[in-house]
């Protein structure tokens, strides 16, 4: 004979009825418990659920118990203002987690809503175990999109804040600090007269991002209309929002004869292309931060038997301006740069100068 103990019955060996009515939705579900005890500890979990999902405007309740099709789409539009590279990796991070991990380890997960904090635990082992990614450099980077996704999500209506909340326990691996090698000036000038010579098109966004600091992202997306002219030199540049990694704007508002000059055949050098943008390739199309990051690769290891990405030429320009003693507030406006903690923290470089001076002036 079954055996009922307050809307729940036993069916047979781990199998129970759960019966339970809120207001005037009635439900009757079939569960797997190891105890009586236990199926009604479930059953009182979702009479809790029921009832907040009641309280919720049936919009609210709507997204709630939405499809990841339709979440993914409604993320997809919040990103609209973002760089098409930053919207892939979003797509990535989204589909791995609720696509082919949610898949295979939890595909009971119906919702954004459902999911719980196991889940994005256990995908961390996942994301490092199976696919073999990097625990200290990818992971992190891997987070901080994963909670960054979130909270759109949770701002959008698709989940509640207390998996925001949840997520806090998940911390990111301590970023680590990359190395900043010793490469001497004549090297540099070595090194960018074959550049000049053998790829000028490059060779102008390279000298743009060696002067100034600036990302490589946001130094191809320079349009010609975000140039300033006094007359035939240009005077600043417009850095829009869209374009940079904080989404603020961030225009360079002085520049010195060299930077105009090569803005100025720059300018020239696209004037009569249909491409809106400043620096283009040598067949009049944008340049692309990939190509340009795997040519320097191949000819900084070929000339100076160092591979160098563009991003070196950020970390050089912040640790000389640093050097030179340059006043903070002038090298984060060249630089675009706008946190003070991550230029103290991330881009304080200790060089073989700079020790031999400490070295120095505390001789006794």
């Known amino acids: 004979m079954a055996k009922k103990h307050k809307g729940v019955t036993h069916i047979k060996d781990d199998i129970y009825r759960i019966d339970y009515q809120v207001k005037k939705t009635r439900k009757q579900q079939h569960i797997k418990a190891s105890s009586i005890a236990e199926a009604k500890d479930i059953r009182d979990e979702r009479i809790v659920d029921l009832r907040k ?10 997204r709630f118990n939405a499809g990841f099709d339709e979440a993914w789409e409604k993320l997809k539009t919040d990103l609209c203002t973002k760089p098409h590279k930053t919207l892939l990796r979003f797509q990535r991070t989204f589909w791995r987690i609720f696509g082919e991990f949610r898949e295979k380890s ?10 719980p904090l196991s889940l ?13 990614h990097d625990p200290n450099g990818g992971l992190r980077a891997e987070i901080i999109i994963m909670k960054t996704m979130m909270r759109r999500l949770y701002r959008l209506g698709y989940c509640s804040k207390n998996i925001l909340n949840e997520l806090e326990v998940i911390s990111k691996p301590k970023q680590k600090q990359k190395g900043y090698p010793e490469i001497t000036v004549s090297q540099l000038n070595k090194m960018f007269s074959f550049i000049k010579k053998d790829r000028p098109d490059y060779y102008r966004p390279l000298i743009f991002i060696c002067r100034t600091g600036r990302r490589i992202e946001e130094t191809t997306l320079i349009e010609k209309r975000d140039i300033k002219w006094l007359g035939l030199n240009p005077i600043s540049i417009d850095i829009r929002g869209i374009t940079t990694k904080t989404g603020e704007e961030a225009p360079i508002k002085r520049l010195d004869e060299d930077l105009q000059q090569l803005i100025k055949e720059a300018y020239k050098a696209s004037v009569n292309r249909k491409s809106v943008f400043l620096f283009l390739n040598k067949r009049g199309k944008k340049c692309t931060s990939g190509r340009i990051r795997d040519y320097l690769k191949t000819v900084s ?20 301006c640093g050097k030179s003693k340059a006043p903070l507030a002038d090298l984060m406006a060249i630089s675009g740069l706008k946190d003070v903690d991550v230029l103290t923290r991330y881009y304080s470089h200790s060089t073989k100068e700079g020790q031999d001076k400490v070295l120095e002036v505390t001789r006794v």
């Not at 999902?53 to 709507?62: I, S």
């Not at 961390?124 to 199976?130: D, L, N, Q």
């Open 106 to 115: 939890f595909p009971h997960i119906k919702s954004i809503a459902q999911a």
């Open 301 to 320: 290891q070929e000339i100076l038997k160092i591979t160098l990405t563009p991003h070196y030429f950020r970390h050089r320009f912040l640790t000389e």
């Open 53 to 62: 999902n009641l309280k919720l405007p049936q919009d609210e309740q709507a």
């Open 120 to 132: 994005f635990a256990e995908y961390i082992g996942y994301y490092v175990g199976e696919l073999g």
